[in-house]
């Protein structure tokens, strides 16, 4: 096997990773192909249902480093979409009324100096918004401050990682003081109204496992939560979203120099769910990198794996040409449909 640093590029690269996923270097990825899977569960090749998710990561840089992030985010990243891109966003939105929600992903969505102007404009076009908030970067900066209120201004259904209801945790995941400040966040949104019965204002919890294991069952998980933090802190949520972490990018690096990397995989493989296969987010959603370019997912995206066919930028994309397309797979996807399934939504199955 080569060496984990190819070419100088650190463990993250999406080459070297699509290179490991390809050619079976480890044990476990030759044991049963994805493909394989969906061709016994009747879905190969996975096409699409139709496309109502229209997923858009407005660049890749965040305030914080997270140990599990599948997008390699963190302060030093310059990718950012710019306000031409998003003004291609805002024409494709206006020619395809079935694009119904607008998924705005980073790093952190909201450190794109264009970020307030673009929610504005997909508001204008009467999408349904969900803002993709860290939580600890509305205490960043006094200019986010404000962002509960912004969000309640245009109903934004907000999605916020918080690992865990403790401390230590959430800490050990995603760096020092990261709890505390999550917390502040969650009572600010709490104030302006978010997971209140009656606001209409949703806000929904993500849990992602911090090891190398599948995460519990998403109910008995969100009542643990609930209970935890009402008791603890007062605060109150929608949804929890179990998501199961992919071998790719940071978490594929903790896996390779912890020696969890095969182990993990036959985990995935062995927890395959036909049920969870064929609801897989990838069927309903187009992935926009922060250039233009599509995916079928935001791991996929992460990959650089583009879409298999012609319609691949936004400045040819073609509704009918992404319906109909073969959506492009791997290994790491049986981190989707293992279990009950994993999709940015939480589980499907």
């Given at each position: 096997m080569k060496s984990l640093k190819a070419s100088g590029s650190p463990l993250a690269d999406s080459a070297y990773q699509v290179e490991l996923l390809e050619t079976g270097n480890h044990d476990a990825y030759r044991l049963i192909p994805f493909q394989q899977k969906l061709e016994e569960s009747n879905l190969l090749p996975l096409l699409p249902t139709g496309i109502e998710i229209f997923q858009?990561?407005?660049?890749?840089?965040?305030?914080?480093?997270?140990?599990?992030?599948?997008?390699d985010a963190g302060p030093d990243r310059k990718e950012i979409m710019t306000r031409e891109t998003m003004q291609q966003c805002l024409h494709i939105l206006e020619k395809n009324p079935r694009l119904s929600t607008v998924d705005l992903t980073g790093g952190a969505p909201e450190l794109n100096p264009d970020f307030r102007w673009f929610?504005?404009?997909i508001k204008a076009l009467n999408r349904h918004v969900i803002v993709r908030c860290n939580l600890t970067i509305i205490l960043a900066n006094k200019k986010f401050n404000d962002l509960p209120v912004f969000f309640k201004q245009h109903n934004i259904e907000v999605v916020s990682s918080l690992p865990f209801y403790s401390k230590e945790r959430t800490d050990r995941q995603r760096g020092d003081g990261v709890f505390a400040d999550s917390i502040k966040a969650l009572q600010m949104l709490n104030e302006a109204g978010y997971g209140k019965e009656g606001t209409g204002l949703t806000i929904n919890l993500v849990y992602n496992p911090a090891g190398a294991f599948l995460p519990p069952a998403q109910e008995t998980l969100e009542k643990e939560f609930k209970e935890a933090l009402y008791k603890d802190f007062g605060i109150v949520f929608n949804q929890l979203f179990a998501i199961t972490n992919l071998p790719i990018s940071r978490y594929m690096d903790y896996l390779l120099q912890s020696g969890n990397y095969e182990k993990y995989m036959e985990k995935l493989i062995a927890a395959y769910n036909p049920g969870a296969a064929a609801k897989v987010m990838c069927r309903?959603?187009?992935?926009?990198?922060?250039?233009?370019?599509?995916?079928?997912?935001?791991?996929?995206?992460?990959l650089e794996l583009k879409v298999g066919c012609s319609s691949n930028h936004l400045s040819i994309f073609d509704m009918d040409v992404l319906n109909t397309r073969s959506i492009v797979v791997n290994q790491h996807c049986y981190g989707c449909t293992a279990g009950a399934g994993s999709s940015c939504g939480g589980s499907v199955a």
């Open positions: 858009v990561n407005v660049g890749k840089m965040c305030n914080q480093v997270c140990k599990h992030c599948h997008v929610v504005e404009k309903n959603t187009i992935s926009v990198g922060w250039d233009g370019y599509l995916y079928d997912c935001d791991f996929n995206q992460m």
